[in-house]
């Protein structure tokens, strides 16, 4: 057992914006965590492979953003155990969060603790009227985390990963309780999932033979190496 699991406690973590000298935690935790993180965040698969400069130059980028970039790390006796950051969403009226966690310090609460943060931290600019969280299909923590948030499951969409695998991204919600109350009597106050100027196309998988929706068709790649159909006078 991870002797961290028996000592660990989620009060004892804190956060704050990343310092330049915090690419040494970085490079640590890069190194623990790559594998994990890198399948899901196509800007770190290769973080352990940096130099140290790097580290501290990306981590000094991260500390300087401001609205509406946030980033923000998460330290537990002297360890980087994950980070949040904010970033402008593609749909109207909202932010998007992501986050990882080191592997070292997973199953422990972390994810959701670091989820929450950074959702109330976007839900501080009154322009943000929802957050969105994208997770990937096969990403079962995340799942898990987003449904003990509350968060609101509003669709799938098809994509293909940064390591050109097949998948769908599952979109999550979450809107702020006032604007929840506003959207029951104007309809403008709602999530608006058509916003982000994809056109809507239906999509069925196997195991969702129902119903799922995809944004952007040009995203569903043709089949390779077929040679087209000759029209019929």
């Not at 839900?123 to 987003?146: A, E, L, Q």
Request: a positive charge.
């Amino acid at each position: 057992m991870n002797n961290n699991k028996r000592i660990f406690d989620i009060a004892d973590v804190k956060h704050r914006k990343p310092v330049r000298m915090d690419g040494i935690l970085h490079q640590q935790a890069m190194k623990i965590s790559v594998s994990q993180i890198g399948q899901f965040l196509p800007w770190l698969v290769n973080a352990d492979t940096w130099d140290i400069k790097r580290h501290k130059s990306y981590m000094e980028s991260c500390g300087r953003e401001s609205f509406p970039f946030q980033t923000l790390a998460f330290i537990w006796e002297g360890q980087m155990v994950g980070m949040g950051f904010v970033r402008p969403s593609d749909y109207s009226h909202s932010a998007e969060i992501m986050y990882w966690v080191n592997s070292e310090f997973s199953a422990l609460g972390l994810g959701e603790h670091i989820a929450r943060t950074m959702i109330e931290l976007a839900f501080r600019y009154p322009s943000n009227f929802h957050v969105v969280i994208k997770t990937d299909r096969d990403n079962v923590g995340s799942k898990t985390i987003m449904q003990k948030i509350g968060a609101e499951h509003i669709m799938s969409i098809c994509y293909y990963t940064h390591q050109n695998v097949k998948s769908m991204m599952v979109i999550w919600v979450l809107t702020k309780p006032n604007i929840k109350k506003l959207a029951e009597i104007d309809y403008r106050y709602m999530f608006n999932p058509w916003s982000d100027g994809n056109q809507m196309v239906r999509f069925a998988r196997p195991e969702e033979p129902d119903y799922s929706q995809v944004s952007d068709p040009s995203l569903i790649r043709p089949k390779q190496n077929k040679k087209p159909r000759e029209l019929q006078v």
